[in-house]
């Protein structure tokens, strides 16, 4: 089994139109989001469970950006997360038995995870 593990990150603005906290509601403020993405399969492709560079790739289109912009759903961090999580799926092969993984922190001790 090989569990590949990638810690990255991006900067990022959004407001939530639902948030509880009347700040996050009332104007866009910004966080410097980190991301940590586990990727476990028994299986390489190439040689390699995925590119390093691709997984980057998918996390930078959020990077200097507002997020409500460019998103078509409420850029919560458990959206976001989910988000990340539905790219890698979709780029891994659908074929092989591949565990994925995503955690997202908004700031250095609020993180959410989400895996299926």
Do not use: R
């Amino acid at each position: 089994m090989y569990i590949l593990k990638l810690k990255t990150g991006f900067s990022a603005a959004h407001q939530l139109t639902n948030a509880y906290d009347e700040k996050c509601n009332a104007s866009i403020h910004g966080h410097d989001w980190k991301v940590l993405v586990e990727i476990k399969t028994e299986k390489l492709i190439n040689n390699m469970v995925i590119d390093f560079k691709k997984i980057k790739e998918m996390i930078n289109e959020l990077d200097h950006k507002n997020l409500n912009d460019i998103l078509d759903f409420e850029p919560t961090a458990e959206l976001i997360t989910k988000y990340i999580y539905d790219k890698l799926v979709d780029f891994l092969p659908k074929n092989e038995k591949i565990e994925i993984i995503v955690t997202v922190w908004e700031a250095d001790n609020a993180s959410i995870t989400y895996f299926e």
